[in-house]
């Protein structure tokens, strides 16, 4: 993304994974974002232009953020584990990159989003949660996990209004009986073609907010 992004080989369950963080220009973070990629078997990984987008958006608004490609992805070791292992994947990088002592942020894109949502109900009582941003959420494809009440003032929900991969109407579905709120952005479709900055500038206002 930047000439400061290093790249990381942490150690995941089923070996080693592939990761990027990048960091505000002046080295100082509030805390750390941990951003995960969209589908493996549909090309999905840690230089998605969606995800590269969340990472911006966080390192701007003063987050370290950590990208990584789930196992099987990349220069990850191991294979495709229908999300099971993938959320193993996650809870080893936040294991691995984020203090007791300081915020956390997680965020994922499309099967990433998924992800994510189980990884809600594993955190350690330890770390403290303070944003989560879930984009493109594959409702329609996976049975995502809901949205403990206590983090809806932390969560920021965004989707395409014509999203042909994920339709709107399936996230609506998942969101309705949580009554959790999703920004949706007119005309939009899965990648946020042509408004990638719009989805940035929602995502900062988040951040801020």
Known sequence: ?????????????????????????????????????????????????????????????????????????????????????????????IQDTVQASQPLALAGFSFGAFVTSHALARLPTSLQLEKLVLVGTAASRFQVASVPTELHEKTLVVHGEVDDTVPLA??????????????????????????????RTLVSRHLRA
């Open 1 to 93: 993304m930047n000439a400061a992004t290093q790249s990381l080989q942490l150690q995941g369950p089923a070996g080693v994974l592939e990761s990027l963080c990048d960091v505000p220009e002046d080295g100082i973070y509030h805390g750390t974002a941990v951003i995960s990629h969209p589908h493996p078997l549909f090309g999905g990984t840690m230089q998605n232009k969606v995800v590269q987008t969340l990472a911006k958006a966080f390192v701007q608004n003063g987050w370290r953020a950590i990208r990584f490609n789930f196992r099987g992805v990349g220069a990850s070791a191991g294979a495709y584990d229908e999300g099971r292992g993938e959320v193993d994947d996650l809870m080893s990088v």
């Open 170 to 199: 399936s996230v609506l579905d998942w969101a309705r009986p949580q009554s959790l709120p999703v920004t949706v952005i007119p005309g939009v479709e899965h990648f946020f073609h042509g408004q990638l900055p719009l989805l």
